[in-house]
Every structure is written in C-alpha cells, then in structure tokens.
C-alpha cells in the first residue's frame, strides 16, 4: 500500500530576493566628498600627534595625502569602510564581498590621484570637478569603474550629516590648535 505524504503550506520553502535597505541608485558626491573630507581631517589629527611628520605636510602636501592611501585600503580590506564612510553609511564592496587588500590600495591610489588630483592646490580642483561630472552622468566613479567596485548608500538622518561636519570643524580646529 502506497502512502502520499501530503506536504502542509507551512513547510514549502520559496527563495525570495534579499531585501536590504542599501541603495546603489542614490549617488550623492557631496556625501561621499564629505566622508573622505572626515577621513582626511581624522588622519590630519592623528598627525597631529607626531610635529615632524606633520610640518613636512606643509612642504609636500601631495605626500601627506599619498600617505593616507594605504590606510585606506587597510580600512576597506578589512572593514568594508573608512571613519567617514561608516560615519555617513557608505559601503563599497567588491562581488558582495569586503575588498581585497590589492583592490583597495588600488582603488585609494586612484582616487588620490585622479579623483583629489594628488593634492595638490589647483590641479585637485579640476581632478574633483572632472570626478564629480562623471559621478552625475554615469552613476559612478572612474575608480569604482575600473575596479569593479560596487558602491551603496544607506540612508543617512541629518544628525549624522550634521555630526559629520561638526567632527570636521572640530578635528581641523584641534590640528590647527595643537600644531602651533
């Protein structure tokens, strides 16, 4: 005798798409210039600390910034984020996976270099406009582009927009204060 086993709704499992609150199609360049402008001034403080380094700064501003490129990638490889990206919500990864260490110190080299323009006073400004176009017309970065990067956005309240500028007005006051 042949028993049918008879299957309850409650037992049938149906994938259903991941539903995140992350958002690829919201691209803000002011959130992201802010949080790399948090993450310039936090390092600038922790520079602060160390006089010698931080009056080279003044010599070669270029080379200030050259530095911060490695702790970038040290920060997306193992975190997903900087200070500033994790203050404002921003995450990049890489086949929804944390970057690569090799994938960051590129990504961070690219973005110092074509996206700030090395730092250097003039040449930045044209590199971040350039940048900035290119992030409104084609909904990406040519850094994020080349390296396969996917960037996303959470949404962020305005207390978060708002501490992130107090943080940096603070932390440029403080260098500024400490230094002299």
Known sequence: MRKDKVIEPSEIIVDQP???????????????????MVDYSFFGVILSFFPKV????????????????????VLLSSWGYTPGKFLLKTKLTYKRHRLSLPTSMRRAFLVWFRGFG?????????????????????????????????VTHRPITTLRIVLSVGLLVFMNFFREYTVR
């Not at 009056?55 to 970038?72: A, D, G, K, R």
């Not at 006073?121 to 992030?135: D, E, G, Q, R």
Request: net charge positive; no cysteine.
């Open 18 to 36: 991941r539903i995140t609150k992350e958002d690829t199609s919201h691209v803000n360049p002011w959130t992201r210039f802010l949080a790399r």
């Open 54 to 73: 931080y009056s080279f700064h003044f010599t070669m501003v270029p080379l200030l910034y050259l530095l911060w490129v490695p702790i970038e990638a």
């Open 118 to 150: 090395m730092g250097i006073p003039f040449i930045n400004l044209i590199t971040m406009l350039v940048a900035y176009s290119h992030l409104k017309s084609a909904r990406l970065t040519t850094w994020d582009r080349d390296e396969k990067i996917l």
